[in-house]
């Protein structure tokens, strides 16, 4: 995207926010969720027109775990490794994603179709352990239903290419 | 949902009330109330929803019938659930394809299911009625409850059921002082951790000279396997709207935030939708009701630290900075947002304020312990056969919630502990079980209350790997600011780390006891100062294993990998190719109907082989002598 639009988008995000300095978070949030994470140019922009510098908006944005500085696929695969995931067997998912996807944790695979994440705890302890993939929620997940969810979101992008 | 009036006034919202009351009454029709909040709709809820829509409208039912989409009922093992009113009847697990059976049969010919009720795990006997299960008996679910009788999202359904009625009672009867008084005198404590008496913060709220205040609410629910926050906010916000609205009257603030966690989307939309509704019934903003009382709440969205469930640093994540603590004093009631005096109560907290302004603070102080009143919601979860939100008294003891109103451990397997209050917390063993739960009680065993989350451990959890867990979250968590936290946590959990890996060394454990009281000590917030307790409580129960790792290079629960090896009992094995087929790294050599080998050399311990064996004769070895495998490299 060229850097003018960018910036007019950024403008307008920042203008739902009354300008506001205290909506710096928030301002993030609506960035990432335009762009999927939160490009460089965009920080820039936000830190000159809150008037905020530039190191105080990086702060922000690496603290916070919801943000990302590096874009993300196309799909998002969030494990839960809350206690109650953990303890049944959550760690043991992710492995499996690690190895069907062939990246770590917090890393995109190279055609940029899958980013795999974890979450502290979605708090749905019961039905652990937890996935979400894309906002939809799966639950009493394993190694095996891994592949399945997978295989899912694999043939939704083979629809959509070739359309 | 109908358009929303305007109400102008004390009395005007009375008679709203009332005609809410009787229009609920008249209504005759049968009520399928399905449980809608994140876990129902995870098993796929919205969609028997559909169905049974699509049945009703197939009838032409609409005037037999209705449904109610709620949020969590609780009992989140038996979702997606309906409850059938006017009978009460409870069926779980309901697929769409049961949609259209349940209005043919049950709303049309009044025959119950039998397939849909359910079974109780250690009787085996099945239940017809939702007071007929074992999970709800022993429990009192005075905040909860309410979750199965309203759609959260029409504020209509909350004034049928008598909501607004307290706000009314302190607007109308009571001056700020009264109100105090009575939550002082009810005994209410702070449900988010510490347990700090509510009544004596507002008191000092309201003491604070100051032209702003203001008062939050705690909704960032981090804890990990605690989520009673998140099913109050999506199954029940005005009830702690409610709450805001009236303890905003007696300390005297004018504005509110929610600090909700950005995990929780559905929660957010419900009680974003609140608020909104609330403002255009009149009930927030400028003279509300007519009176001189001027009130309003925003939304803050989290966005993942767990840190920030620390009163200083969510009030900088408000602020729109990095969400560090700083040193208390000053407290917020002095100086809080924006410098401001700030009163912050946890979801839980202000859920209960309705309630006894309701029926009184000498209702209240009766349910409960002497130091503890009131009941407690608990997130009981891990591995328990009844899995779900808890409401019980305190003062009931956790055999009590564990085995009567869990069902007890799945599989038959045997208890081992239970972790409570989420990493600030510690885990309890079977000698503790008798313990009756409140603040005191769980802080002299070595844990916490703290926001309710109870995971249950039976014999297959390593209490070393737990301790692993819980120090690599806090690490991870830390926010750095202060020395003891930041390299703590960390040093504890490189310790910890290496006991699991087979690494262990004499002088380890003492050594990780002496960090942990330093880190308790010289932290600054709450995060690291409670930081140890997981490591301390393991310790302090669970040494031998420990010293198993450490000294014999064994892992006695089977979880560890480096300290285990999967192996195929050839007794059990029947042959059925099932984790042949299972495994990755085709480490899995036999035929079908012949004993399967897995080939060390080959396995990764990835555990799809344990998973997939039907006939538990996959196992990690770990006492025994391991059965040297053919070409098996030993570790």
Known sequence: MPVEAEHMKVKCLIAKHNNEKKALIAILQDIQAEYNYLPQNSLRAVSKMLDVPLIDVIGVATFYRAFSLKPRGRHVATVCLGTACHVRGGPKVVEEFERRLGVKTGETTPDNKFTLETVACLGCCAIGPVVVMDGNYYAHTNIRKVNTILKKYAKEETKNETH | ?635
């Open chain 2, 1 to 635: 949902m109908r358009p929303i009036k305007k109400i102008k006034s004390l009395k005007e919202l009375e008679a709203v009330i009332e005609k809410e009351i009787e229009l609920r009454k008249s209504d005759t029709r049968a009520v399928l109330t399905v449980s809608a909040g994140t876990c129902g709709q995870a098993r796929g809820s919205l969609k028997v929803i559909d169905s049974l829509k699509s049945a009703i409208k197939k009838g032409n039912l609409e005037y037999k019938v209705k449904i109610r989409v709620t949020g969590c009922h609780g009992f989140c093992e038996a979702e997606p659930n309906i409850i059938i009113h006017p009978h009460d009847l409870f069926y779980q697990k309901v697929e769409p394809k049961n949609g259209k059976d349940i209005v043919d049969q049950t709303v049309l010919k009044n025959k119950v299911i039998d397939s849909l009720l359910f079974t109780d795990p250690t009787t085996g006997e099945k239940a017809t009625r939702e007071s007929e299960i074992s999970f709800y008996k022993k429990q009192r679910r005075l905040v909860l409850g309410d979750n199965a009788l309203i759609d959260p999202t029409d504020i209509y359904d909350y004034l049928s059921i008598g909501g607004y009625r307290s706000l009314l009672k302190v607007l109308e009867t009571m001056t700020p002082e009264n109100v105090i008084a009575t939550i002082k005198k009810a005994g209410l404590r702070g449900r988010g951790g510490a347990g700090f008496p509510t009544g004596t913060k507002w008191e000092v709220a309201k003491r604070i000279q100051g032209d702003t205040k203001y008062i939050i609410c705690n909704a960032d629910e981090g804890d990990p396997g605690a989520y009673m926050d998140r099913s109050l906010l999506e199954g029940n916000p005005h009830r702690v709207l409610e709450g805001m609205i009236i303890g905003a009257f007696a300390i005297g603030a004018s504005e509110g935030y929610v600090y909700v966690r950005d995990e929780y989307p559905l929660a957010v939309k419900n009680i974003t939708l609140a608020i909104n509704q609330a403002r255009k019934l009149g009930l927030l903003g400028k003279k509300i009701l007519g009176t001189k009382f001027n009130f309003d709440v925003h939304i803050a969205k989290g966005a993942g630290a767990f840190v920030c469930g620390e009163e200083t640093a969510l009030i900088a994540s408000i602020e729109g900075r990095v969400g560090e603590p700083r040193q208390r004093p000053p407290f917020p009631a002095v100086r809080g947002l924006w410098g401001k005096p700030t009163t912050i109560n946890n979801v839980e907290t202000w859920g209960n304020v309705p309630m006894i302004i309701d029926k009184g603070a000498d209702w209240y102080s009766r349910i409960g312990t002497d130091g503890s009143k009131g009941t407690k919601i608990f997130s009981l979860v891990g591995k328990i056969n009844n899995t779900g939100l808890v409401e019980v008294p305190m003062g009931i003891s956790l055999r009590e919630i564990i085995f009567d109103v869990g069902g007890g451990i799945p599989e038959g397997k045997k208890f081992k502990a239970v972790q409570t209050g989420g990493p600030s917390g510690g885990c309890l063993p079977a000698e503790m079980l008798d313990l009756p739960i409140d603040y005191e009680s769980l802080t002299k065993a070595g844990s916490i209350m703290g926001s309710g989350g109870m995971i249950v451990m039976d014999e297959k959890t390593c209490m070393v790997d737990v301790a692993k867990y819980f120090l690599n979250f806090l690490r991870d968590e830390s926010c750095g600011k202060c020395v003891s936290c930041r390299e703590g946590t960390q040093r504890m959990w490189e310790i910890v780390k290496n006991i699991t890996e087979g690494c262990g060394k004499e002088g380890d454990l003492e050594l990780l006891e002496e960090l942990a009281m330093i880190v308790k000590d010289s932290s600054l917030c709450g995060l690291g100062q409670t930081a140890s307790n997981p490591v301390l409580s393991t310790l302090r129960y669970f040494r031998d294993e420990y010293e198993a790792h450490i000294k014999e290079k064994r892992c006695p629960a089977g979880v560890c990998v480096n300290l285990i090896r999967y192996v195929v009992i050839p007794e059990k094995c029947t042959g059925c190719l099932a984790c042949k087929n299972a495994c990755p790294q085709d480490a899995i050599r036999g035929v079908i109907r012949g004993v399967h080998i897995i080939d060390q050399a080959k396995c990764i311990k990835c555990g799809a082989c344990l998973e997939a064996c039907r006939f538990e004769a996959v196992d990690t070895q770990r006492d025994e002598a391991i059965r040297i495998v053919e070409g098996g490299a030993q570790r």
